[in-house]
Nanobody
């Protein structure tokens, strides 16, 4: 069964760091671009970062550039999102998704995880 499972969320103070993981099972991660998305209460889901199947092409939303880093380890079927200098506006449920095209639009992605909560608050 094709599945994506996120982990690593939690509660941190502003300025703190978290590392999210997205583990794939039931399919070959190598063939897919992976995107990280987040959704805050009452807001639309927004693309945070994405990485191509090869890991060469990477994109970030302007709001996280210089603070977040995406990476992938295809051998371990895992994609990471290192989040530093977290701000309260980074709060939300973070989802990873797999699809054929690298991009920050959620419509490009076919498979989704269940999400992990990130809360940034003092």
């Amino acid at each position: 069964q094709l599945q994506l499972v996120e982990s690593g969320g939690g509660s941190v103070q502003p300025g703190g760091s978290l590392r999210l993981s997205c583990v794939a099972s039931g399919f070959t991660l190598d063939y897919y671009a992976i995107g990280w998305f987040r959704q805050a209460p009452g807001k639309e889901r927004e693309g945070v970062s994405c990485i191509s199947s090869s890991g060469i092409n990477i994109r970030y939303a302007d709001s996280v550039k210089g603070r977040f880093t995406i990476s992938r380890d295809n051998a371990k079927k895992t994609v990471f999102l290192q989040m530093n200098s977290l701000k309260p506006e980074d709060t939300g449920v973070y989802y990873c998704a797999a699809g054929p095209v690298t991009g920050l639009g959620y419509q490009s992605y076919h498979y989704w995880g269940q999400g992990t909560q990130v809360t940034v608050s003092s």
